[in-house]
């Protein structure tokens, strides 16, 4: 029979004198991350933010509500470039999601202690980016009500979905990942709920906190099940972070369209997915961290981490750049060369090298070890990588649609208004959901902070 005792780690009562960078214990850890979703007055800076993005998503149930009534001619969208901006930014809001599930699948696997102070908002960050990815594609068939014909069920009329279309290995790899993610989210929060359900005051959230903690008491038993569960699950979301976005990559390396078609794409969507997601976690983090006050958690050893693993992945970015290029001159294809010639000099060159200089030059700075220690520059340049990335998205998408084999059917895109306000209404769907968590759940894994308290150190020193 398995020991049911209660385990010191999940019991707030219980104070050791281990301490993390001289001065944290176990108790200060868990009042000051639960202060934050128990406490009874919420701040001003939160009330502003949370009403912005409010407002934004509110500027996204319009958008939506016009295009149901009217149709996707709202949008730019024309003949060649059926592809615009619903999936650069389906495909940009995927790759930001990827950084939550390798912080805490990967990195878990690989036991990296310095994970446990960002794996929590980075996997929320996971699901509603996806939630926001989900929403363009959803909407560009134009009768978002079917959509449920692209699930295998068994249909009265005999129709199946056509699984040679990328539109449905989308749907197949995107769900998967998204499911996991709660998943492996929701399992994660388990123990932190049970230590809310155990300090709140008001009955309310007693009732709240308890009944998504599940019962959980700290027992050995629990604990034993707990990390099987939590390492199976990670074990499942390890190859999610490579095929997720190899399977996006493919809607475009099977087409016949000149810059699409290359088996480069799905290693190079990889490293981009991760180079713009450890991009937003930093934008996210150094917010964070000076609003709250949480330098002690999320410190400069995690911004320095998280900078290298930009630089390593924003290197193969550019290595994929330069291979692009290689290929077009190697393939001796009279459409690649000129494809690669108009994004260099055609209508859209002011972009194409604005991406280079987001994605490739600046970031170059990262190889300085003052510039890493420098919180303001960290956060300029992850900034600047998310538009970066967004802008290869736009460049890979639109330069090759634009100018195709005929140029009687060649035309310029020009983003409408709709456009805009559709993008501008995830990012605040986006921020809502995230201010909402960072409010009523803890940001930081408590226990998971608790857990490295006795042997851990906080190297402020270097790197």
């Known amino acids: 029979m398995q020991d049911d005792t209660e385990d010191p780690v999940s019991d707030s009562t219980i104070t050791p004198p281990s301490v993390i960078g001289g001065h944290q214990t176990f108790a200060s850890v868990t009042d000051k991350i639960s202060a934050i979703a128990l406490a009874k007055r919420t701040r001003t800076g939160w009330f502003i933010g949370a009403g912005i993005s409010f407002l934004l998503t509110m500027l996204l149930l319009y958008t939506i509500g016009y295009l149901v009534l009217t149709g996707i001619g709202i949008w730019g969208n024309n003949i060649p470039v059926g592809w615009a901006f619903d999936i650069i930014n ?105 230590t809310l359900r155990d300090r709140a005051r008001r009955r309310t959230a007693k009732i709240i906190y308890g009944i998504l903690a599940m019962g959980w008491r700290g027992s050995a038993r629990h604990w034993h099940r707990y990390e099987t569960a939590y390492l199976l699950l990670a074990g499942l979301a390890t190859p999610l972070v490579v095929s997720v976005h190899t399977v996006v990559s493919f809607d475009f390396a099977v087409g016949i369209i000149p810059g699409w078609h290359t088996t480069v794409f799905p290693p190079y969507f990889v490293a981009g997915a991760i180079y713009s997601g450890f ?29 290298k693993i930009m630089l390593a992945t924003g290197l193969i970015v550019g290595y994929g750049y330069m291979i692009e ?38 970031p170059q700075i990262l190889w300085s070890k003052k510039a890493r220690g420098n919180v303001l520059l960290l956060f300029v340049v992850s900034i600047i990588v998310n538009i970066g990335m967004w802008l290869e998205r736009f460049i890979i998408i639109v330069t090759s649609l634009h100018r195709d084999f005929l140029p009687s059917s060649w035309a310029m895109y020009r983003p409408t208004f ?7 209404g995830t990012i605040g769907l986006f921020l809502s959901l995230l201010f909402l968590f960072i409010r009523f759940l803890p940001m930081i894994s408590i226990f998971e902070i608790r857990t490295i308290l006795p042997q851990a150190e906080v190297h402020e020193a270097g790197d």
């Open 90 to 194: 389906f495909v940009w809001w995927i790759g930001i999601g990827h950084a939550g599930t390798l912080i805490s699948a990967i990195l878990l696997l690989l036991r990296q202690q310095w994970r446990t102070s960002i794996n929590r908002f980075a996997e929320a960050m996971t699901l509603f980016a996806v939630a926001s990815a989900g929403l363009f594609p959803l909407l560009h068939t134009g009768r978002p009500w079917l959509a449920y014909w692209l699930f295998p069920y068994p249909n009265t009329m005999g129709v199946w979905p056509q699984f040679r279309s990328p539109l449905i290995w989308d749907v197949f790899a995107v769900s998967t990942y998204a499911t996991v993610s709660a998943l492996f989210w929701f399992i994660g929060l388990i123990p932190d709920l049970a």
């Open 418 to 424: 709709w456009d805009f306000s559709m993008f501008l």
């Open 279 to 307: 991009a937003m976690v930093m934008t996210l983090a150094i917010p964070l961290r000076k609003f709250y006050g949480l330098e002690d958690f999320i410190t400069m050893r995690h911004l320095r981490n998280m900078s």
């Open 325 to 362: 290029t290689f290929t077009a001159w190697y393939s001796a294809s009279t459409f690649e060369e000129f494809m690669i010639r108009n994004r260099m000099t055609g209508p859209y060159a002011p972009l194409y090298w604005l991406l280079i200089l987001c994605n490739i030059l600046i």
